[in-house]
């Protein structure tokens, strides 16, 4: 059963939102800043395949990423440069795809993992603007 997988890291991303606040100076956001950006570029390359009514939604959850990743890390250039390399490599993934189940399968693990990451990472900033140092 594939459940169990995505359990566990949710699970883990829920133990890991309250030890993180504390003790957040020691924090690293840089990965989870490219978590974000990963993301950003799955939903930019998802839009290559998704129905016209999807698109939107798809837009504003990569204008969700890109600011979460804003927020994250103060290195613009290498996020704007993580960003086209993770945008070619997605987008070449999916130009990839001969059959319907590879995109559902594409769209629907991304997805998943994004929405995990995206809920993380809201979490922080959530927590170290509660608690400013």
């Known amino acids: 059963m594939q459940c169990k997988p995505l359990k566990i890291l949710l699970i883990s991303l829920s133990a ?6 504390a003790d957040q100076k020691d924090l690293n ?3 989870l800043a490219m978590a974000n950006i990963r993301c950003a570029g799955f939903y930019t390359a998802a839009l290559m395949v998704v129905k016209p009514e999807a698109k939107k ?3 504003s959850r990569f204008n969700t990423h890109y600011a979460l990743s804003h927020q994250l890390s103060a ?3 290498a996020l704007a440069e993580n960003l086209n ?6 987008a070449t993934e999916v130009s990839a795809f001969t059959e319907k189940a590879q995109v559902v399968d594409f769209l629907s693990k991304n997805f998943i993992k994004c929405s995990s990451i995206e809920a993380h990472s809201a ?3 959530k927590n170290n603007t ?4």
Request: aromatic letters at 8%.
């Open 85 to 90: 390399k993770e945008i070619q490599r997605h």
């Open 57 to 59: 939604a798809y837009e």
């Open 123 to 125: 979490a922080l900033i």
């Open 75 to 77: 290195s613009y250039e």
């Open 29 to 31: 956001l840089e990965p």
């Open 130 to 133: 509660l608690h400013p140092e």
């Open 16 to 21: 890991m939102t309250h030890t993180v606040s």
